[in-house]
């Protein structure tokens, strides 16, 4: 289970990820308590493992943008967090080259009775058809935002709109040690991709927390 730790914010919990067992760490810098600036990242990176992915996550659609903040932070991948663009993926593998992890985003919406199974459907398939997409993480979403809202989907309505897809599927969303186990065996994904769930405070990641996360998340 390939397993990313967003949202950090400091050198030493993107090492205790690592140290833990982490395959990813992740930084935002889309607009969130947790958001970083290019400086801060670039100051993290360099001290971290090179065996560790390190993915930012871009709400942004501006391709140059993007460009620069990966050359400057030593990132290996982004995560395209502000809708489905298969322009800018393109754009940024031809920019970025093979070498680089290119996640996009996608969103279950969790408001009320409300979901979009039949757009995640749609998106899916497109996402299926293009090379230079790696792989779709599906995140929860709701009227406080995209991403970083501490919420779940319904995994078991998920289910059936995500069966199709046969790439490397992320699920986000709502995860923490108590219920990441639940998570793998309803929707059998690739990797899990946790922020808030392991914190103990907005930005500050909690060793047990990550701990037990990390274990829950491996086969049984």
């Not at 914010?9 to 930084?27: H, K, P, R, S, Y």
């Not at 360099?46 to 030593?74: A, C």
Request: charged letters at 25%.
């Amino acid at each position: 289970m390939w397993i990313k730790i967003c949202a950090n914010t400091n050198l030493e919990d993107a090492l205790l990820a690592a140290e833990l067992g982490a395959n990813a760490v992740g930084f935002v810098f889309a607009p969130s308590k947790r958001q970083v600036t290019p400086a801060q990242v670039a100051a993290i990176t360099p001290h971290l493992p090179s065996t560790l992915e390190k993915i930012g996550v871009f709400m942004t659609r501006d391709e140059q943008e993007i460009v620069e903040t990966f050359r400057l932070t030593g990132l290996t991948g982004v995560q395209l967090h502000g809708g489905l663009d298969l322009d800018l993926a393109r754009d940024l593998r031809k920019e970025l080259g093979d070498a680089v992890t290119i996640i996009q985003t996608i969103h279950w919406t969790v408001d009320g009775e409300a979901n979009n199974a039949e757009e995640v459907r749609k998106q899916l398939r497109k996402i299926a058809q293009e090379a230079a997409i790696d792989s779709v993480l599906i995140d929860s979403k709701n009227a406080k935002g995209a991403g970083g809202t501490g919420v779940s989907f319904d995994w078991a309505a998920a289910r059936e709109a995500l069966a199709d897809y046969s790439g490397k599927l992320i699920v986000a969303g709502g995860l923490r040690p108590e219920n990441i186990a639940a998570a793998i065996a309803a929707l059998n994904p690739w990797g899990v991709d946790v922020a808030s769930g392991v914190e103990a405070a907005p930005g500050q990641k909690d060793r047990e927390k990550l701990l037990r996360f990390i274990a829950g998340s491996q086969p049984r």
